[in-house]
Every structure is written in structure tokens, then in C-alpha cells.
């Protein structure tokens, strides 16, 4: 069984950390307990050069970093944590464009098994708007048409919507999106055979809806810096390469793949609706008796992706569509930490506790999902320990996102905080 998290961000995306270069991943993803790692924005030319020099090919379609680039990090990974790290040629791509009188943002996922194959995306590309402003470019192409470069470049080449309810950018988005992912691929929909959830909603809300029977759900963390690797995931049980990847995702049975590792929906910026600028936080119902409208400012809120999802399904709560994956929802160790101290999860105290956690007992997903909490609790105390458990058994109060802020989550009461810092302490 292996970790895969696709779609990440290299520094040459805007809003990105500048450790987001492949030591750093490298390094983010032994910590986190991540097998494969996409390479982001391998369109372009400066990251597909870095790519070119850091990298050497591994299994087939996956590389790895070199031995004189990966030396520079090894004494950085705790040794309890160490392990192999592969990637995969991966990028995000922008489409704004017109279509059916509407003007369309869609971000879509594309990957190649091979840097041929990646280069003859990235010049088709280039010749069709700047690639070289950011690593996430923003072109006037249809979807439909970047599926059509993609399919040409490589038999193993493949597209997945992006964060597919996302409200400003994706295919199912409230604001720029459609209200059917064939609207937006046409004749080439056959060819997409996956979507992603996104950090704001899970496998069970896109399982309401008949048009996506026949897709897979993947997930993936998204991260902009390497600490926010592995928040979400998808996890496979089959042939360790590029084409086991493509086949588990693209066949018939989808043999191989396991399931996914999910945000709780509701941690996610756009679960719920709202106006960020107002502080104001609404359900859905809320956002129908206000007539859409912020109840302070009187503008028009964002209508989230639960909103969203409920005008677009056409099955109740709780039914599961035929291609139906086990998913597993998470809350990351260092937030965990952080409600159990009572501080900000940047605070060098949660990095203390949080790196001391990895070299006595493991790698994050390890500690999240399978480590006995008798061990951790011997190793990190008793509140930390019933933290987990609480997050393995979804058991936790989040106050939802919205309009682009993360929602906040909820573990202890403040009465369970009281001698948990000195107990973090001891440990």
C-alpha cells in the first residue's frame, strides 16, 4: 500500500513558500509518510528545468531525486521517518475562457508519464499564452482543448478536475463553473476518469450525484509549502509506477486503488457560505432567508460547496455510487497539538512536541492512522493520545469555512487543556 499526493505547488507558483523545491518536498514527504509526490507545475520552463537537473528516472513514469541533491536532506528527516520517495510529472492549469455564453474558470490537473511527454504539453501550451509568469499559468483555452493537448502528448497522459466544487475555479463551481462535467469536456468527457474532492468537500457529498458514477474520487493536499503535504491523499494497493497509477484509476474495476485521506469537509475555505469581509459565516438556509445577500453589508455572499452540491444532487445523504471508495478523514498532527496546547499550530512549541512525536513513534500518517494509541499515549501523554483518537473516530466540533478561511476545529474543552501543558512538557 502506497501514499500519492498529485497536486502540489513548486515556488515558481504564486503564494507558495519558497521550500517548495524538490529537497523540500522531498524531505515534507518522508516526514508525512508519503510514498509519491507530483512534481506541480512542470509547465513551467524554470521548474521543468529544475526538474530536469534534480531528478533521475526511477520506476516507470515515477523519478527520483539524484544522490547529490538528496544527501542534502538526510540529516533533516528523523530517522524513524525515513523512507523512498518517488515523483510524478504533475501541473495545474488555469482555463478561463467563454463558453455557452458564460464566462468559465476551470482548474484542471494534467499529468505525463514521461518528460517527452511533458515537454509537448508545455510548448503547445506556450505557444497558446504565457507559461512563464507562474507555475499555475492562466490561459484562454477551453477545457475541452487542453484535455485534446494533454490526450496528444502521451497514450498515458490523462486530465482530472481540480477541487471539482471549489466556487471560483472549478468544473462544478458555483461562480465559474458548469452544472455538468460533459457541458465542459464534450465530446471528450469519456476521457476524464476521475475528479478531485477538494479540501471542502468529501467522497459522501459527490456521491449524491448521478454524474459522477463513473468517476473515481482522488484526493490530494494542494499544498502551497511543503508542511501542508498529506492533508488530503489518495492511497493505492497496487503496481508501484506511473501506468499502475493510471490503470487503477482509469479501468474498469479500478483495481488498486484503496481510498482516500480527507480534510474534514468542513475545515475546507468554501464549506459553507459566507462574506469573509463581514466575518459572516452562513448555512445554507441561512444564505435562502437572507436572499443570498450578507445580513451586515447587504452584498452578495459566496455560496459554498455545500450549497452547491445540494442544488446538484439528485440522491439524499448517505448513498453510494458505484465506484465507491472507503475515505478516511483526518485532522494534521501539528492542529491536533496546537487545541491541545491551546497556541497557534506555527508556534515553536507545537514544532517541538510535533518533531519529538516523529523521532520516538514514526511518520505522520503512521501516528494519524495505524500506530496503537496505547504506544502514543506512552510516548506524547494522554490528552494527545485522546486527541487522535477523537479524529480517528470523527468525533471533533469544526466551525465551518467559508468565502476563503479555513474553518476552525474544536477537540478539547478547555477544562481537558488544564496540566495539558506541563504534561507536554514532561514528555
Given at each position: 500500500?502506497?501514499?500519492?499526493?498529485?497536486?502540489?505547488?513548486?515556488?515558481?507558483?504564486?503564494?507558495?513558500?519558497?521550500?517548495?523545491?524538490?529537497?523540500?518536498?522531498?524531505?515534507?514527504?518522508?516526514?508525512?509518510?508519503?510514498?509519491?509526490?507530483?512534481?506541480?507545475?512542470?509547465?513551467?520552463?524554470?521548474?521543468?528545468?529544475?526538474?530536469?537537473?534534480?531528478?533521475?528516472?526511477?520506476?516507470?513514469g515515477f523519478f527520483k531525486?539524484?544522490?547529490?541533491?538528496?544527501?542534502?536532506?538526510?540529516?533533516?528527516?528523523?530517522?524513524?521517518?525515513?523512507?523512498?520517495?518517488?515523483?510524478?510529472?504533475?501541473?495545474?492549469?488555469?482555463?478561463?475562457?467563454?463558453?455557452?455564453?458564460?464566462?468559465?474558470?476551470?482548474?484542471?490537473?494534467?499529468?505525463?508519464?514521461?518528460?517527452?511527454?511533458?515537454?509537448?504539453?508545455?510548448?503547445?501550451?506556450?505557444?497558446?499564452?504565457?507559461?512563464?509568469?507562474?507555475?499555475?499559468?492562466?490561459?484562454?483555452?477551453?477545457?475541452?482543448?487542453?484535455?485534446?493537448?494533454?490526450?496528444?502528448?502521451?497514450?498515458?497522459?490523462?486530465?482530472?478536475?481540480?477541487?471539482?466544487?471549489?466556487?471560483?475555479?472549478?468544473?462544478?463551481?458555483?461562480?465559474?463553473?458548469?452544472?455538468?462535467?460533459?457541458?465542459?469536456?464534450?465530446?471528450?468527457?469519456?476521457?476524464v476518469f476521475a475528479m478531485?474532492?477538494?479540501?471542502?468537500?468529501?467522497?459522501?457529498?459527490?456521491?449524491?450525484?448521478?454524474?459522477?458514477?463513473?468517476?473515481?474520487?482522488?484526493?490530494?493536499?494542494?499544498?502551497?509549502?511543503?508542511?501542508?503535504?498529506?492533508?488530503?491523499?489518495?492511497?493505492?494497493?497496487?503496481?508501484?509506477?506511473?501506468?499502475?497509477?493510471?490503470?487503477?484509476?482509469?479501468?474498469?474495476?479500478?483495481?488498486?486503488?484503496?481510498?482516500?485521506?480527507?480534510?474534514?469537509?468542513?475545515?475546507?475555505?468554501?464549506?459553507?457560505?459566507?462574506?469573509?469581509?463581514?466575518?459572516?459565516?452562513?448555512?445554507?438556509?441561512?444564505?435562502?432567508?437572507?436572499?443570498?445577500?450578507?445580513?451586515?453589508?447587504?452584498?452578495?455572499?459566496?455560496?459554498?460547496?455545500?450549497?452547491?452540491?445540494?442544488?446538484?444532487?439528485?440522491?439524499?445523504?448517505?448513498?453510494?455510487?458505484?465506484?465507491?471508495?472507503?475515505?478516511?478523514?483526518?485532522?494534521?498532527?501539528?492542529?491536533?497539538?496546537?487545541?491541545?496546547?491551546?497556541?497557534?499550530?506555527?508556534?515553536?512549541?507545537?514544532?517541538?512536541?510535533?518533531?519529538?512525536?516523529?523521532?520516538?513513534?514514526?511518520?505522520?500518517?503512521?501516528?494519524?492512522?495505524?500506530?496503537?494509541?496505547?504506544?502514543?499515549?506512552?510516548?506524547?501523554?494522554?490528552?494527545?493520545?485522546?486527541?487522535?483518537?477523537?479524529?480517528?473516530?470523527?468525533?471533533?466540533?469544526?466551525?465551518?469555512?467559508?468565502?476563503?478561511?479555513?474553518?476552525?476545529?474544536?477537540?478539547?474543552?478547555?477544562?481537558?487543556?488544564?496540566?495539558?501543558?506541563?504534561?507536554?512538557?514532561?514528555?
Amino acid at each position: 500500500m502506497f501514499y500519492v499526493d498529485s497536486h502540489i505547488h513548486s515556488h515558481y507558483s504564486r503564494a507558495t513558500s519558497k521550500r517548495c523545491n524538490l529537497e523540500g518536498l522531498a524531505l515534507w514527504a518522508q516526514i508525512k509518510g508519503i510514498q509519491v509526490v507530483g512534481t506541480g507545475d512542470f509547465v513551467h520552463p524554470g521548474w521543468l528545468k529544475e526538474i530536469k537537473t534534480k531528478l533521475e528516472p526511477a520506476e516507470e513514469g515515477f523519478f527520483k531525486l539524484k544522490p547529490e541533491y538528496l544527501k542534502n536532506i538526510e540529516q533533516d528527516v528523523p530517522p524513524a521517518c525515513r523512507g523512498e520517495v518517488r515523483f510524478m510529472l504533475s501541473a495545474e492549469i488555469a482555463n478561463i475562457y467563454k463558453r455557452l455564453d458564460k464566462v468559465r474558470k476551470v482548474h484542471n490537473l494534467i499529468f505525463a508519464p514521461s518528460i517527452e511527454a511533458a515537454e509537448n504539453i508545455q510548448a503547445k501550451l506556450d505557444a497558446i499564452g504565457n507559461i512563464k509568469a507562474d507555475g499555475r499559468p492562466i490561459l484562454g483555452l477551453d477545457s475541452r482543448n487542453l484535455l485534446e493537448i494533454v490526450l496528444e502528448s502521451d497514450k498515458l497522459s490523462y486530465l482530472v478536475p481540480a477541487h471539482i466544487w471549489t466556487p471560483w475555479f472549478s468544473v462544478l463551481g458555483s461562480k465559474g463553473g458548469f452544472d455538468s462535467i460533459k457541458d465542459c469536456y464534450d465530446d471528450l468527457t469519456s476521457h476524464v476518469f476521475a475528479m478531485e474532492t477538494g479540501l471542502s468537500s468529501d467522497p459522501i457529498m459527490n456521491w449524491r450525484l448521478s454524474q459522477l458514477d463513473d468517476y473515481v474520487m482522488i484526493s490530494n493536499s494542494d499544498a502551497h509549502s511543503p508542511q501542508k503535504l498529506g492533508r488530503e491523499l489518495t492511497i493505492y494497493d497496487g503496481e508501484f509506477s506511473y501506468p499502475g497509477i493510471y490503470k487503477s484509476l482509469s479501468s474498469k474495476n479500478n483495481k488498486g486503488l484503496v481510498g482516500t485521506v480527507e480534510f474534514f469537509p468542513e475545515e475546507g475555505k468554501y464549506h459553507y457560505d459566507g462574506h469573509r469581509a463581514c466575518k459572516t459565516r452562513l448555512h445554507p438556509k441561512e444564505t435562502i432567508d437572507n436572499n443570498g445577500l450578507c445580513p451586515h453589508c447587504g452584498k452578495p455572499v459566496t455560496v459554498g460547496v455545500m450549497a452547491r452540491v445540494e442544488e446538484l444532487a439528485d440522491h439524499e445523504e448517505g448513498r453510494k455510487s458505484p465506484k465507491a471508495r472507503p475515505y478516511y478523514s483526518l485532522i494534521p498532527l501539528a492542529e491536533i497539538i496546537a487545541e491541545a496546547r491551546g497556541v497557534g499550530v506555527n508556534t515553536k512549541s507545537v514544532n517541538t512536541f510535533f518533531m519529538n512525536m516523529l523521532n520516538k513513534l514514526g511518520n505522520e500518517m503512521a501516528i494519524l492512522r495505524d500506530i496503537p494509541l496505547s504506544e502514543i499515549e506512552k510516548t506524547s501523554g494522554s490528552l494527545i493520545a485522546e486527541g487522535i483518537k477523537r479524529v480517528r473516530e470523527g468525533n471533533v466540533q469544526i466551525a465551518a469555512g467559508y468565502d476563503g478561511e479555513y474553518g476552525t476545529v474544536k477537540i478539547f474543552s478547555p477544562e481537558e487543556r488544564v496540566g495539558a501543558k506541563e504534561q507536554m512538557m514532561l514528555f
